[in-house]
């Protein structure tokens, strides 16, 4: 079994930025990819960005490409994401999750964190 907690997010006025993390324990490696996914209140669940563990390969949502990096950390079995230029429509869960597939598509990861909240001020 994979687990994976976030850390990292909270309040931040717009145009700041924050570096949210996922720790991964409980043989990660056996997920071939890391996503990162938000929901805002009352919206469905979207992607963000991904990675693939052993190439380092990424995937990014248009919306938010040129200002989220995913990056991970094999030997910290650690994904990060490093969200810059933060606007309010940024707000919300954010959540990682482990999957088979460089994929932005939700059922292609089988396990999930609990999520952390990011909050964007006007």
């Known amino acids: 079994q994979v687990q994976l907690v976030e850390s990292g997010g909270g309040f931040v006025q717009a145009g700041g930025s924050l570096r949210l993390s996922c720790a991964a324990a409980?043989?990660?490696?056996?997920?071939?990819?890391m996503g990162w996914f938000r929901q805002a209140p009352g919206k469905e669940r979207e992607f963000v960005a991904a990675?693939?563990?052993?190439?380092?390969?990424?995937y990014y949502a248009g919306s938010v490409k040129g200002r989220v990096t995913i990056s991970r950390d094999n030997a910290k079995n650690t994904v990060y994401l490093q969200m810059s230029s933060l606007k309010p429509e940024d707000t919300a869960v954010y959540y990682c999750?482990?999957?088979?597939?460089?994929?932005?598509?939700?059922?292609?990861?089988?396990?999930w964190g609990q999520g952390t909240q990011v909050t964007v001020s006007s």
């Open positions: 999750a482990a999957g088979n597939t460089l994929s932005p598509v939700t059922t292609h990861y089988d396990r």
């Open positions: 990675i693939a563990w052993s190439s380092g390969g990424t």
């Open positions: 409980g043989r990660p490696f056996s997920r071939f990819a």
